[in-house]
């Protein structure tokens, strides 16, 4: 049979529950005039009684939505093509009751009707109608504040489809308002959330203890906290997760953007504010109900002068907020990730009561986000999401759902080039880990883009690798015997020695074996002509790098950052001053409660039975939750002492220059891409080098490749040993003994 | 073709569009009836309203003991008067509406018991002087839903009246003429003509 095209109803059809066929259609399932039948269309079905189309056309198909499922109601498909499988003759008995809630046009409507006269109204309108178990009724034709009929259940219940007589009996189980009715569909698909359990508990909480509890309150005489402040940075889900707990709660919201309120007649915005919270009023008689306050930092910021208009806005909303009594029982959250800027009267108790305080997430949180983001991604059983969490320190849930949409997209770049793989793999996120950045950093100074470097290719310093590894590498590996013995984390490390001994590459390399995230700031970056700039940004800088702990912040040659106070310099120089910042950033008294992240865990308070890899990723969690400094200077005798005491740059590790085994290898390691003649004896190259640096020896070697060009014209193959020794005698050590000497004086 | 059935739905159809065309001029006739009476509510509610705008404290008037209220009284009496009337009204205009639905569902009920004997090309056949069954019972029907549509506003309109509010009483005959719908009694009346034919056979 060929299929049915849907066309838009006759106007003169609209509430009479038709569904137009064509005769030979009708015939065919066997309908006769005014047979019920049921029509399932995408999303829903809608119950119709059948006609023959008065131009007895077949392949056609109009129906009235009268009697349909809700969603089928709100968003009414058109121009669908319908087989005719679709459509099913249902038998309707006469029904004996049927329970129904009433949905009105306006509050006032329901407030001020007597539900005697609402009943009357809706039996008589019921009558000789088509009814499906949870169904709505659209009774919009009859153009009154009766809007709809949601059919709840049926007598006898062992049909889901009647029809209603006059001797059917109707009971009303409550009257709402359509936006109620609305809100309520559309608030279906759910939205999931990973990390962000705690919140939202003690969010459903304050929304439904109120409605589960009423007397006990009232007797206790208590009022149930009514705002919540959410705090945190762009990207951590506030927004989200209101929406998700208004969605688990089955309660009403009202949105409030910031910019949407504001109008530009004097007068308006204050006006519009007034209207909203009246409609969040009037909600809340219906239900619960949450008033939203999107990006509040634009909507009430801090009062300054004395005329402003925004001064108006924001006493106005202090008034609405206090002029909120008991019968109220609307939840206010507000959101807004610059907290500072928000006038103080708004944080107060009795305004906004709790403020909760959501970070960017840590270890465990980024790892449950992770599975939730995959969860509907069809991931290869080889992504381990622990690691994926480990790699991707300082994202927010919206970098990581941008990462999880960067890795699909990958993976269909991959299949369109006709690989064949379904699935989407390790490789696929570690690719889009290089595109996608934490937006923690976005716009931080220190953000750098570093070519990795492997331990191996530094050749010697044995020990200082070792040291380096104890205070980077080893809190992120094995946390566990860390907290067994009762270790803390090193707060910094300094690397001090000649210049030209491969300082910088060692901590070039510490960053890519662990991958933690890397910052790293100049002189450059940081002063600035304003006084009180470089300090700012100096702060700013930490404040970022907590945010994404664990993290490398990297001053290179920090005495030319910052001076000494000893040295008699004049005082109260940007030098000192930004000495002191560091100071206190390093080891000050705590750190600011905005900068909170996750929940205050113990590690103690854990339970018995909680497996071992979980235990292990909190440990790395507590003993990682700081950033490290690692500092290099050659020029160590003039720091600050209170720098370099234990607590803030603790290991001080001293970089010497390269002695003969050293030198060797990092000939080795030099000459790795060389072709050298077999003649070629690295080990007396690295006897005749005494006092040689590291960047001495690459220039060594690089002057005896190009004297090797020189010498044989450009079609040179091999380096030949005399080419080394020439290039030697024309080179003078970059290092004195005397220089090593100084060095080598303890510090402290 | 079972013609006895067709038939007898024939004279069921026949005897129900000469009701309903009967029951469409009761009906018509008490709307007319029902204007001046809704106009007078309205001018009622307009004399009440004046009446709690104006201070006779500080009018000539306050000679009179208690004339507010003796006055507020007197208003009420007359709105009282006034509703039962449309009241009476109402009454009747149900039991136009229920006379109209039974001649609909007596029709659709002999069709009912008729459907054995019936097939869809019987019920949709038409000739020159007889439109179909089924278009024809669909016209009883939507005069029917039209009757009924027109019979709940207007009930829901008088019955969502109140005392306090007195500008929406004042409203009230403008918004009883503005239920009027024309084109549906049009409607009615286009499938009188269609009909004629047929009524005379």
Redesign the interface.
Same mark, same amino acid.
């Not at chain 1, 034709?141 to 009766?146: L, M, P, R, S, W």
């Given at each position: 049979m060929k299929t049915l095209r849907q066309l838009s109803v006759d106007p003169?059809d609209l509430?009479?529950q038709r569904c137009r066929l064509g +005769?030979g259609l009708?015939?065919d399932l066997g309908l006769? #005039?005014?047979s019920p039948v049921l029509v399932s269309v995408p999303g829903g079905s809608c119950l119709c009684s059948a006609? +023959?189309r008065?131009d #007895?056309a077949e392949g056609f198909l109009q129906m009235d939505l009268k009697c349909s499922s809700p969603s089928v109601m709100l968003h009414p498909h058109s121009h669908l093509h319908l087989e005719p499988g679709q459509l099913t003759p249902v038998s309707c008995p006469k029904l004996k009751g049927v329970k129904i809630t009433v949905v009105v046009q306006s509050v006032d409507?329901k407030k001020? %009707?007597p539900s005697r006269?609402i009943h009357e109204?809706v039996k *008589?309108?019921l009558k000789?109608v088509y009814v499906h178990e949870k169904h709505v009724i659209n009774l919009e *034709?009859? *153009? %009154?504040?009766?809007r709809f009929v949601i059919i709840e259940s049926l007598n006898p219940d062992c049909t889901s489809t009647g029809l209603i007589t006059s001797k059917t009996g109707v009971e009303i189980c409550g009257i709402q308002t359509v936006r109620h009715f609305r809100s309520h569909l559309q608030d279906r698909p759910q939205v999931t959330l990973g990390g962000l359990e705690e919140v939202s508990a003690s969010m459903r909480e304050m929304l439904q203890l109120p409605l589960l509890y009423p007397n006990t309150l009232n007797s206790l005489g208590v009022s149930c906290p009514r705002g919540v402040l959410l705090v945190g940075p762009p990207g951590v889900g506030k927004t989200l997760l209101v929406h998700k707990v208004v969605g688990e709660v089955g309660a009403s919201l009202v949105v409030v953007k910031g910019p949407e309120v504001v109008g530009s007649r004097p007068g308006e915005s204050e006006e519009k504010l007034r209207a909203v919270f009246k409609r969040a009023r009037s909600e809340a008689v219906e239900g619960p109900c949450v008033l939203f306050l999107d990006e509040l930092d634009s909507l009430c910021p801090r009062r300054t002068g004395s005329s402003s208009p925004e001064n108006r806005l924001v006493a106005q909303l202090l008034t609405l907020m206090d002029g909120m009594d008991q019968s109220d029982r609307f939840l206010m959250v507000g959101a807004t990730n610059r907290p500072d800027s928000l006038d103080s009267a708004l944080r107060r108790p009795g305004r906004f009561d709790r403020e909760v305080i959501i970070g960017a997430p840590t270890l465990q949180q980024r790892k449950s986000i992770l599975s939730v983001l995959c969860a509907t991604v069809p991931v290869c059983p080889s992504v381990d999401m622990t690691e994926l969490a480990q790699r991707t320190s300082g994202y927010v849930g919206a970098d990581l759902s941008a990462l999880c949409r960067e890795a699909a997209m990958n993976a269909i770049r991959e299949n369109s080039k006709g690989s064949g793989v379904k699935l989407v793999s390790m490789h696929h996120f570690q690719e889009a880990l290089k595109v996608v950045r934490p937006s923690c950093l976005r716009s931080s100074l220190g953000r750098t883009e570093l070519s990795p470097v492997s331990w191996e290719q530094i050749g010697g310093l044995d020990d200082v690798k070792l040291k380096l590894r104890q205070s980077i590498e080893w809190p992120m590996i094995y946390p566990e015997a860390f907290i067994r013995l009762g270790l803390n984390c090193p707060r910094g490390v300094l690397l001090y020695g000649p210049p030209g001994c491969a300082k910088t590459t060692l901590v070039r390399a510490a960053a890519s074996s662990s991958h933690c995230s890397f910052l790293s700031v100049s002189g450059a970056d940081l002063y600035s002509p304003y006084v009180g700039d470089s300090e700012k940004a100096l702060a700013q800088l930490f404040r970022q790098a907590r945010a994404c702990a664990p993290c490398i912040l990297f001053l290179d040659e920090i005495d030319s950052l910052i001076g000494s106070r000893s040295t008699g310099q004049t005082s109260n120089s940007v030098h000192t001053r930004l000495l002191s910042v560091l100071l206190n950033e390093m080891d000050g008294v705590g750190l600011k409660t905005l900068e909170r992240r996750g929940n205050e865990k113990i590690l103690q308070a854990e339970g018995v039975e909680e497996n071992h890899t979980h235990e292990k990723l909190d440990c790395q969690e507590v003993s990682n939750k700081d950033v490290m400094v690692v500092a290099a200077t050659n020029r160590p005798d003039s720091l600050d002492s209170a720098l370099l005491r234990p607590g803030r740059l603790d290991h001080i590790i001293y970089v010497p220059p390269p002695d003969k085994q050293a030198r060797h290898a990092i000939l080795k390691a030099c000459t790795h891409s060389m072709p050298l003649a077999a003649d070629v004896n690295l080990e007396e190259l690295a006897a005749q080098t005494g006092l040689y640096s590291g960047a001495d020896l690459g220039n060594l070697c690089k002057e005896a490749a190009l004297l090797a060009l020189q010498c044989e014209n450009m079609e040179a193959s091999v380096i030949k040993h005399t080419y080394f020794l020439q290039s030697l005698h024309k080179m003078s050590p970059s290092l004195t003994a005397q220089q090593i000497h100084t060095y080598q004086t303890p510090l402290r | 073709m079972s013609k006895p059935g067709v038939a007898s739905l024939h004279e069921a159809l026949q005897k129900s569009f000469q009701g309903l065309e009967n029951n469409q001029k009761i009906w018509t006739s008490l709307l007319a009836e029902c204007v001046p009476l809704l106009e007078s509510l309205g001018n009622l509610a307009e004399q009440s309203k004046a009446l709690s705008n104006v201070q006779l404290s500080i009018t000539p008037l306050r000679v009179f003991p208690d004339l507010e209220d003796r006055l507020r009284f007197k208003l009420q009496e007359a709105m009282d008067t006034v509703l039962v009337k449309l009241n009476e009204k109402m009454s009747s205009f149900q039991s136009v509406r229920d006379a109209i639905t039974n001649h609909v569902s007596g029709v659709v009920q002999l069709y009912e018991q008729l459907t054995d004997s019936l097939d869809l090309n019987c019920v949709t056949e038409r000739s020159a002087t007889a439109p179909s069954i089924a278009d024809m019972m669909e016209w009883l029907q939507d005069a029917g839903r039209h009757y009924q549509r027109q019979f709940m506003k207007r009930k829901l309109l008088l019955q969502t009246l109140r005392p306090d509010d007195l500008t929406l009483m004042e409203s009230a005959p403008g918004r009883w003429k503005s239920l009027a719908s024309q084109s549906a009694e049009d409607n009615i009346t286009d499938a009188f003509f269609k009909v004629s034919f047929f009524m005379e056979s």
């Open positions: 003169s509430g009479s +005769p009708m015939s006769n #005039l005014g006609w +023959p008065s #007895l409507f001020y %009707t006269i109204h *008589d309108v000789g *034709d009859f *153009d %009154t504040e009766i | -």
